[in-house]
């Protein structure tokens, strides 16, 4: 392993993450990148999805993020994320009843205004993200 490199999840409330990993993949808006030790700089803002990483002894762990930016420098990775989960930490139940909501929204959405459509797809993706990240068989 060449070395690792620092990742940073932070929502305005808490820092979610902040550990070293050998690799770190996100949903960026333009499609998903991963990031290496020595990567090009860059940033980007995100779409809802998981961000996956390898701890430095390998472990697999999957973290939910929606809304946001992630910059890459060549030895950290930071996300400034709306909201973030790691995946231990997604209410099943509560994402369940979002989806539930988002989807009786939509179902009923041919009154309303266009906004509304927006938001309540947006929810609807973020309960189904959530609920796919949690679904994950291997732990973390
Ligand atoms: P809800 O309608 O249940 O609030 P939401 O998608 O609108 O869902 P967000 O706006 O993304 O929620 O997040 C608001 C806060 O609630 C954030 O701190 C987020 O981490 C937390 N949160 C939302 N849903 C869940 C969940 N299913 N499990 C754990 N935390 C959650």
């Known amino acids: 392993m060449a070395g690792t490199i620092k990742l940073e999840i ?11 990993a050998q690799i770190v993949t996100a949903p960026g808006t333009l499609g ?3 990031v290496l030790i020595g990567h090009t700089p860059f940033l980007t ?18 973290v939910f993020v929606s809304g946001g930016f992630a910059e890459a420098l060549p030895d950290r990775v930071t996300v400034l ?3 973030a989960e790691r995946r231990r930490d997604i209410d099943v139940e509560r994402a369940r009843a979002a ?3 988002a989807q009786k929204r ?3 959405q041919r009154s309303r205004e266009a906004v509304d459509f927006a ?5 609807l993706q ?11 068989s291997r732990p973390q």
């Open 32 to 34: 998903e990148f991963g």
């Open 106 to 108: 939509l179902a009923e």
């Open 99 to 101: 989806l539930e909501r």
């Open 119 to 123: 938001r309540a797809q947006a929810a």
């Open 126 to 136: 973020r309960a189904l993200v959530r609920l796919k990240i949690a679904e994950k």
């Open 10 to 20: 932070v929502t305005p409330e808490r820092v979610v993450v902040s550990e070293e």
């Open 81 to 83: 994320a709306e909201s």
């Open 45 to 62: 803002a995100l779409q809802t999805g998981a961000v996956r990483y390898l701890d430095p002894q390998g472990g697999e762990h999957f």
